[in-house]
């Protein structure tokens, strides 16, 4: 592989936005006067969008004020309204861009490496809800290898063929998905394809790599169980000697857990800058092991399923890679504390001094490396935590031990976590808070999902108590 300089075959429009992206096969044909031989389009955005506005409207027809005028090799595009939401347009320009959208069919190559199944749990456990728990199940898709030739990918995992944006994880489609996390300022629906924009600070060339990470690579939660399992397929598949991408910039317990990986199944590695383009001759993407999306119309239940073995997989090897064993005897109780946190306790000086009376102690993960980190989970009797990432590690806790979550009232139906215990054995309960805002002052579900809580401190202490002991 060589690094080379990012290509500049843009004109520059004084005082405009300018988008350059390939013409795309599933672009309407009414959409055009004749797309049959167009390589590229031009779209100009002239004037200043309204700061003000939060979705900005642009229509080929209104040529007045403003004017969205797009060229396809010398020929306009008409009667097109394209909606964009204000983000879109924040940083004063963009970067190399896609229209339209391919699920990853033409002339890809699907390797399967296990078939469909299906997954059955119940809604987690609410202490003090007496209402029946609803049982679930969820058909879980093939586990596969997606082949794909002549690609460029970009930073989160995007992957571009010939100006279409190859969709190849769910939760990560914009025709499908009101919000994407780490995507939502580049990728926006337009009708029936969508319109994106990709920057980059480096670009390299390779003839062949491994892409396992998608949108949200700096996420503990998502590396840890949404990617690292997706590894799972080059072991069983016997393609270990391919270079798997990975970008700098993470926190030191992702990689101590992707080391761990490297060395047991001699994985090769290529570091790649956060902010990358990576022009492939051939890229191999393992399908999500996961559908969890960040989209909050998408029921919780519906994000919850695992595929057992691939999360088996990631525990096995990690615990016996760090030389932490399960306690059949966990004695310690603990209490994840945290720096900051989207899902915030309101109160959570009160919480800390009930926790602390019923004799546990505070720990900041962030604090400790990976090991330290299982070792602590592993001898945990009970844990407590705030809802978030924090509770990824409970697949290094023992069967038998208990994990008790603060969670909002509004995401008391948040099934992962609880899945992910029960697959370790681990008994599991939510203790929810009441919101401090309502959905109308979040103006949003999405920022509703992610507003602060109360927990009552006499209510968790009850459920110490009575379920945590």
Not at 131 to 160: F, H, K, M, N
Request: proline letters at 5%.
């Amino acid at each position: 592989m060589r690094e080379i300089k990012k290509t500049e075959d843009k004109e520059v429009i004084a005082n405009n936005f300018y988008l350059i992206a390939e013409r795309h096969s599933r672009i309407h044909s009414s959409h055009f006067n004749d797309a049959s031989f167009c390589e590229k389009f031009y779209v100009y955005l002239r004037g200043t969008p309204d700061p003000s506005g939060t979705l900005l409207r642009f229509s080929t027809e209104n040529k007045k004020n403003k004017l969205i005028y797009l060229m396809m090799g010398g020929l306009s595009l008409r009667g097109l309204t394209l909606e964009l939401p204000k983000a879109f347009f924040d940083n004063g320009e963009f970067g190399e861009g896609v229209l339209g959208v391919s699920l990853g069919e033409g002339d890809s190559l699907r390797m399967m490496v296990s078939g469909e199944s299906t997954y059955s749990f119940k809604d987690p456990e609410i202490f003090e809800d007496h209402a029946p728990r609803e049982e679930r199940t969820l058909r879980l898709p093939p586990v596969e290898l997606l082949v794909i030739e002549g690609v460029s990918a970009y930073s989160g995992g995007q992957v571009v063929k010939n100006g279409s944006l190859i969709v190849y994880e769910e939760s990560a489609n914009p025709l499908k998905r009101k919000f994407i996390a780490g995507l939502h300022d580049k990728i926006f629906r337009a009708g029936d394809s969508v319109i994106g924009s990709f920057k980059y600070n480096k670009a390299y060339e390779l003839n062949q790599a491994v892409l396992f990470f998608s949108r949200c690579p700096t996420n503990y939660f998502h590396w840890m169980i949404e990617y690292l399992p997706r590894l799972k397929s080059l072991v069983d598949m016997g393609l270990t000697s391919i270079p798997v991408l990975v970008p700098k910039g993470l926190a030191n317990q992702q990689y101590e857990a992707l080391d761990i990986l490297v060395k047991r199944f001699d994985l090769k590695l290529y570091y790649i800058d956060p902010s990358f383009k990576v022009k492939l001759n051939k890229v191999y993407i393992p399908s999500p092991v996961t559908f969890h999306p960040d989209d909050p119309d998408v029921p919780f239940w519906m994000g919850a399923g695992l595929h057992s073995e691939s999360v088996k997989f990631l525990r096995n090897n990690l615990m016996e890679g760090l030389g932490v064993l399960e306690n059949k005897s966990p004695k310690e109780k603990i209490f994840l504390a945290r720096s900051g946190n989207l899902r915030n306790v309101a109160n959570i000086s009160e919480i800390h001094r009930v926790v602390q009376e019923e004799g546990f102690t505070l720990v900041y993960p962030e604090r400790f490396s990976l090991k330290e980190q299982a070792s602590i989970m592993a001898n945990a009797r009970v844990v407590i935590s705030p809802g978030g990432s924090s509770l990824t590690n409970v697949i290094f806790m023992s069967p038998g031990a208990k994990l008790i979550s603060l969670i909002g009232h509004q995401n008391r139906y948040y099934s992962i976590y609880a899945n992910l215990a029960d697959l370790c054995g681990v008994s599991y309960l939510h203790v929810t808070g009441e919101p401090t805002m309502t959905l109308e002052q979040c103006g949003s579900d999405l920022n509703y999902m992610h507003s602060g809580y109360k927990v009552d401190a006499e209510k968790l202490r009850r459920a110490i108590r009575s379920w945590g002991n």
